[in-house]
């Protein structure tokens, strides 16, 4: 069969494949019978080549055993690269920097690979720390968890600090369903006989923080009777913190039963929660007097916001307490069970009605006409173990003895917001005015740099107060303020202050400034604004039969009507779409088409175009879609908007009668027409949108499991 070489090579071929592949050279040392290669026929040859073409098509392909040895290979080809690689890296700070490098370009997979060849013999337990924080951080937390069993497989033994990483990760990612399992399970090993590593009160706040953040308030408590009260492993301020705050979320938000309970059970646990904290309290104080503990803003505030949950009016006057004993911030009123503050209070509540849940905003739960359940005045707050104890004891100032070696917590900006909410529940808007001046002044007062919740808690008691005068002023501070941002709901609580002023005469003025303000402000109206400002310049000071301040008021809303019609038709800009619509519709001589101003005149655009979240206002936020285009929950909110102004229109033409000269009736009508028309398409738009999405079938289910989350969020990369 060899007599010749073309007759070998095909053999060597279908036996071993094609070994001349990228090789020139010809096959070499080949003994043939009778010590050379004898000649052959062109027919002889051609056929023998023919057989073995037939048969190299029939060879089997390649087995599982081939296969696994052709990945090897490459395996081992790239462990030798890496090998090469780590020839500079033998110390492990370089190796660490290394990862770390690796890591910020999301090449986690390299990395994972250079640290499995590296553990044969080096130390690199500060690399895998990255790694596992990194997929912690991306949200990967299985693939962090796989990274901490294989680095324990590889000899390289994990420190305090691996175990913080886990378990802050997995408090960061209560979502994943085996987080609390995780973390409590990692938290009993590193407390075995045999462990290398014993937990530190680090570790504890960690793992608290995610009994807490799961809602096993049994666990945290379990965990946290096992601490000793002093030295090594002792409780410290953010061990309280962590526990009030979980005191407070299950008093607010109740466990699983929640859906059985009725108001006076409901009112019932938030009221043991707050007697739960005042318990807790005396414990706290107890250990800041011997100097165990340090107190800081986070630990009063959390006590004080677990304070807010209660109905009593105690609860609210002890924050005050809270904060002069804490802090060494005055009083700024007596106390409730004063002679003086009760004349004070009389007073003041004869000025000021109740303050319902539209003066105090939508987060905070107030009872209706002052109403307090039934189980909330069971629960006093003289139960406790000590008979003699008087309420409200436990928040007493320290002697003067005691407050001259003690160092107080410094207030900040929680602290403002705190004390306001807390002047708002208790009708004493002198005291809420007074803090503020003092918390605001310049040193040696705290000098507190207000933000935008501040603002909007103080606008909140403007507006209990009936203040709209103040609260433009607030308003227009808050405008000039670069560090401050405002929002929607900014003018949203401003104008309802002018809604709840409606006896004063000069409110419409007010109301109209604010309105300007907002079209100068915001790159889009808050529709709720727009109606509560159309609202005071109705009824608002006396005019509710002046049709002149009315058709005002419909012509200063001119350019918002125009800004809405631009978003409905063009979307935002921030979107693809939208800026595309406004590269057809303007050109570089004519203002943009979305309401008289220029795109980004103040910032508000990213340097992708897409609009900054900070400046992004809340109106219609969850009525856009991905597009950019208002959705038809946004329409119908637009039409309700505009139905409302056709009726002012209407308004205007009765109540006008025979005073409006015929160009001005002529020109409201032609108004109202547009309007209409206006209001029509729109209800069109949205009932062809009902009838096509009715049509379109429904999106196939599927997803991504919790906790496995592909997208990196770069937190701390």
Request: hydrophobic share 35%.
């Amino acid at each position: 069969m060899l007599n010749c070489y073309a007759c070998a090579r095909t053999y060597i071929r279908i036996v071993f494949g094609d070994v001349s592949r990228g090789s020139s050279k010809p096959l070499q040392n080949i003994t043939f019978h009778g010590g050379r290669c004898p000649r052959r026929s062109y027919a002889a040859a051609v056929t023998a080549a023919r057989q073995g073409e037939d048969s190299a098509k029939h060879v089997s392909p390649p087995t599982l055993e081939q296969r696994r040895g052709a990945v090897a290979k490459g395996v081992q080809f790239k462990r030798e690269s890496l090998e090469q690689e780590l020839r500079y890296l033998r110390d492990p700070l370089k190796l660490a920097e290394n990862t770390v490098s690796l890591l910020r370009q999301h090449e986690h997979q390299k990395a994972l690979e250079i640290l499995r060849v590296a553990s044969r013999d080096t130390a690199c337990t500060v690399s895998w720390n990255h790694v596992i924080d990194y997929n912690m951080a991306s949200g990967r937390v299985t693939a962090a968890i796989k990274a901490y069993n294989e680095m324990k497989k590889r000899a390289q033994p994990p420190d305090a600090h691996t175990y913080t990483i886990l378990l802050r990760g997995l408090a960061w990612h209560t979502e994943y369903l085996q987080s609390f399992q995780r973390a409590l399970s990692i938290y009993h090993s590193m407390s075995a006989e045999n462990s290398p590593v014993k937990p530190s009160i680090i570790h504890t706040n960690a793992v608290l923080k995610v009994c807490a953040r799961a809602g096993e308030i049994d666990s945290l408590f379990d965990i946290a009777a096992k601490l000793p009260v002093r030295g090594k492993g002792a409780p410290d301020n953010f061990t309280f913190t962590t526990i009030l705050n979980a005191i407070r979320t299950a008093g607010w938000n109740g466990g699983k039963d929640l859906r059985f309970e009725d108001k006076e059970q409901y009112a019932a646990r938030r009221q043991r929660a707050v007697l739960q904290g005042r318990r807790m309290w005396d414990d706290i104080i107890g250990r800041w007097r011997r100097g165990d503990i340090m107190i800081d803003e986070e630990v009063v505030c959390a006590m004080g916001r677990l304070l807010l949950l209660g109905y009593m009016p105690q609860d609210f006057d002890d924050i005050l307490s809270l904060v002069e004993q804490t802090m060494a911030i005055p009083r700024q009123v007596s106390r409730i069970n004063n002679s003086a503050r009760k004349s004070y209070s009389s007073a003041t509540e004869a000025l000021l009605s109740a303050p319902t849940s539209a003066d105090i905003g939508t987060d905070h739960v107030v009872q209706e006409n002052n109403s307090v359940p039934s189980a909330a005045l069971s629960t006093n707050h003289t139960d406790y173990d000590d008979p003699s104890t008087t309420p409200g004891s436990e928040f007493d100032a320290l002697p003067p003895s005691e407050s001259t070696v003690i160092s107080y917590a410094r207030p900040g900006r929680n602290t403002l917001s705190l004390l306001v909410d807390a002047c708002i529940r208790l009708h004493e808007p002198r005291a809420a005015h007074e803090y503020w001046s003092l918390l605001t002044a310049p040193p040696p007062h705290p000098n507190i740099d207000p933000d935008s919740e501040n603002f909007h808690m103080y606008l909140r008691l403007l507006r209990m107060n009936r203040a709209s005068r103040s609260a433009a002023g607030l308003v227009d501070e808050m405008v000039n303020n670069n560090a401050v941002r405002v929002q929607a709901k900014t003018f949203r609580i401003a104008m309802s202050a002018c809604v709840r002023d409606d006896k004063n005469p000069r409110v419409t003025a007010t109301a109209l400034k604010l309105l300007r303000t907002m079209i100068n402000t915001l790159e889009e109206p808050d529709l709720k604004s727009c109606e509560m400002f159309l609202e005071v310049m109705r009824t608002g000071g006396g005019n509710d039969r002046n049709w002149k301040v009315l058709k005002q008021a419909l012509k200063e809303l001119g350019p918002c009507v125009g800004n809405l019609k631009s978003l409905l038709a063009y979307g935002r800009i921030g979107s693809e779409e939208g800026r595309e619509n406004v590269r057809a519709v303007s050109t570089p001589d004519e203002p943009f088409a979305g309401g008289g101003s220029e795109p980004d005149v103040d910032g508000t655009l990213d340097s992708d175009g897409s609009i900054h979240p900070s400046r992004r206002p809340a109106y219609l936020k969850s009525s856009t879609s991905e597009t950019g285009r208002i959705n038809d929950e946004g329409r119908m909110e637009v039409k309700s908007f505009a139905s409302k102004m056709i009726g002012a229109y209407d308004k205007v033409l009765v109540v006008a009668g025979e005073e409006m000269s015929g160009i001005e009736r002529q020109e409201c009508m032609e108004e109202r027409a547009a309007l209409a028309a206006w209001v029509t398409r729109i209800g069109g738009k949205v009932v062809r949108n009902k009838k096509m999405a009715s049509r379109r079938p429904a999106p196939a289910k599927g997803g991504v499991r919790k906790g496995e989350g592909g997208g990196d969020d770069g937190r701390g990369w």
